[in-house]
C-alpha cells in the first residue's frame, strides 16, 4: 500500500486518459504522490484509478472538459473538498488535428485553439487563487518542441504551443510563490493523431511516431523530476525529444 509521505503533492492532471496524461499518472502515483485524473472519456479514466487504487496507489478521477471554465473549476474545487488543497496542476489536455491552412479547415483550428491554448488557461484560472492563497503551487504546462517552430501542415497548432510557452514564462516571472514550468516534448508515441486533420498527414505521423517516437514514459519521468525539486527550485522548461528528431 503506497502511503502519502511528507513529499507527496496532490497532483491534479488534465488529458489523463491516454498518452503523456495516463503514463504520468501512473508514474506520478507509483512515486508515492495523489493523483486526480481528468479527461473526456470518462470510461477510460474510471478503469486507470480503479488500476491505481488496486495496486495500492492514491488515486481518484473526474470527467473534465478543458474547454468548459465551469467543468474545469469543478475538477479543482472537487479535488480540493476531498484532498484539501492542490500542489501540481499538470496541464496537459491537446489535440493535433494536422492540415495545410490553405484546406480552411476552421473548425480544427477552433478546437486546437480551445483545447490546447483556452484549456490551459481555464487551469491556470481555476487553481491559481488557491495556490496564490496558500502561497505554494506547481504549474506544469505540456507544450511541445513545436513551440519553437512552425510547421506548415501545423501553422495553427504551433501558434497554440507558442502561446502556451509565452504564457508559461509570463506567470513565472509574475509570481515569486509558485513554481512553473513548460514541458516540451518531441515525437512522443500518443494518441494524438488519431482524430482530426488530414487523413494523409496524419497517417505520415503516425508512421513516423513508430520509427522515432519516443515513449510517453520519457515525458512522465520528465514531469516528476520537476515536481521533486526542492520547492525553493523552479525548473523553469524541459524539452524532451528522442535522439533521432531532427
Sequence with gaps: MSNPTPDSKVVLITGASSGIGEATARHLAAAGHTVVLGARRADRLKQLAMELTEAGYQADHAELDVTELDSVKAFVDGAIARHGHVDVLVNNAGVMPLSYMADLRIDDWNQTIDVNLRGVLHGIAAVLP?????????????????????????????????????????????????????????????????????????????????????????????????????????????????????
Design 130 to 246: 488557491s495556490m496564490n492563497e496558500r502561497r505554494s503551487g506547481h504549474i506544469i504546462n505540456v507544450a511541445s518542441t513545436a513551440a519553437y517552430r512552425s510547421d506548415p501542415t501545423g501553422v495553427v497548432y504551433c501558434a497554440t504551443k507558442f502561446a502556451v510557452r509565452a504564457i508559461s514564462d509570463g506567470l513565472r516571472k509574475e509570481t515569486t510563490d509558485l513554481r512553473v514550468t513548460l514541458v516540451s516534448p518531441g515525437l512522443t508515441r500518443t494518441e494524438l493523431t488519431q482524430s482530426g486533420g488530414d487523413d494523409q498527414l496524419q497517417g505520415a505521423v503516425r508512421t513516423a511516431l513508430q520509427d522515432v517516437g519516443i515513449d510517453a514514459k520519457a515525458i512522465a519521468e520528465a514531469i516528476g523530476y520537476t515536481i521533486g525539486q526542492p520547492n525553493d527550485v523552479n525548473v523553469s522548461e524541459v524539452i524532451v525529444q528522442g535522439t533521432a528528431s531532427v
